[in-house]
Each structure stands twice: as C-alpha cells, then as structure tokens.
C-alpha cells in the first residue's frame, strides 16, 4: 500500500484479556518501529526492528509486552494480561535506509491502534 | 533530565504572526533533527527535517539547528488556524541505535 496500515483502528477490550495489534509497513521499508502515546504526550518508543530482527526492544515497558516480524515485512504488537494503564495509542512507523546503508531517521506513521483496556 | 525537551504551550498567536518554537536534546551523538505536527487525534507527520548546523527553510517553515548548544527550533511565518496542532521536535542517534526521541510536544494555537 501507498502508506503505513494499521489494525484495528479501535479496540476495547477488558482488563487481563490478551491482545494483537498489527502493522502494514511501506513497501520496501525494512525499518520498522512501535511507539505508544498516551493524552498529551509524545510518541514513547518501544521497538525498533530491522528486517525480522527486533534490533532495540529496551522500551517495551515488561514482558507482558511482545513483539514479532517473522518476514520481515508486517509486524504484530502483542500484549498479554492487559491492564487499565496500556490503554494508549500504538503507533507503528517504517523508514527506509539509503543506500550506503545509513538510515535517514524520516519515520512515517499509520494512523495507530487505540487500545482502551476496562 | 528528559532527553528531548520542549514546552508544552499552549503557545497562541494571531493569525498571520510567527510562531517559534523551541527544542533542547541531551544526546550529543544526535545527527538528524525532524518536526513533525500533529492534529488531535491523528498520528504524527513530518514537515520539516535538518542534519546540519543553521537554517532550513521550506515554505513558511524554517527549522535552525545549533549542535554547540544541542538546541532545535522551528519558525512558522504566516501562521494559519490550520497551523493549529501539536508540533513534536524529534532527534535521530544511529549511535543510540537508530533510535527516534520524540519530545512532548507544544501545542499551538492560532487565533484568527
């Protein structure tokens, strides 16, 4: 697609249930990251993949937190045994590299995941 | 200490008048500076993006950048009530593991 895809748009769900987020990145870009935002604040990293590989995973906030990249393509956010404080905004971005292999740091987002936990 | 900081606003002017806002990053190693706006309840988009030392100018936006100081800002001429949004300054380390800092963001608000 022309842009980074997101789903779902909206998900409520209740407090311990499990969830999956998803990410559609921009064709070709083989860098790809997960940022949470909640009211008010900017975006908060949480991962940062290159190709399948998760390359920085030290903002993922416990280990309820779990993210994969199997083809190095889409990407799937998971989060186990929800509570009321993930509730937030989930905002996958992709970037591309230039070709000496440098990474320009441009992220371009999808619209995010709103996840409300009860 | 935060490692990307900016006022949180609301900063107003009237239409037509400038906006200037302001950045400060504490990761020294930083090498690419982005501004982003963001409208309520949309995702971050970039506008405006600076690697080197002075101004960058784009339409009514000029970015400056000064590594000496680790300060980033963003000028806006002509400001619109379209302009009115949260602008988020942003910093790039491929030493930090190319990893984007975001700040909280300032929220501007144009006044017609």
């Known amino acids: 697609g022309a842009g980074v895809s997101q789903t779902p748009s909206n998900k409520v769900t209740e407090k311990g249930k499990y969830v999956e987020l998803r990410c559609d990145p921009i064709s070709g870009h083989t860098a790809l990251y997960w940022y949470r935002q909640s009211l008010g604040q900017g975006p908060e990293f949480l991962i940062y993949f290159q190709g399948t590989g998760a390359a920085d995973d030290s903002g993922l906030p416990n280990d309820r937190f779990f993210a994969v990249r199997p083809e190095g393509s889409v990407s799937t956010l998971k989060i186990q045994r929800t509570e009321r404080g993930d509730s937030a905004v989930y905002l996958c971005?992709?970037?591309?590299?230039?070709?000496?292999?440098?990474?320009?740091?441009?992220?371009?987002f999808g619209e995010g995941s709103r996840l409300t936990v009860l | 200490q935060k490692e990307v900081e900016q006022n949180s606003g609301p900063l107003s002017v009237p239409e037509g008048a400038i906006a200037s806002l302001n950045c400060t990053y504490s990761d020294r190693g930083s090498q690419s500076f982005f501004w982003y706006r963001q409208y309520s309840g949309k995702s971050p988009e970039l506008i405006m993006s600076i690697y080197s030392n002075g101004d960058k100018e784009d339409g009514r936006f000029t970015a400056q950048l000064n590594k000496a100081s680790q300060y980033v800002s963003l000028l806006i001429r002509d400001s619109q009530p379209s302009d009115s949004a949260t602008y988020l300054c942003a910093v790039f380390s491929q030493a930090a593991g190319n990893k984007l800092t975001f700040g909280g963001g300032t929220r501007v608000l144009v006044k017609p």
């Open positions: 971005a992709s970037s591309a590299f230039i070709p000496r292999g440098q990474h320009t740091g441009e992220l371009f």
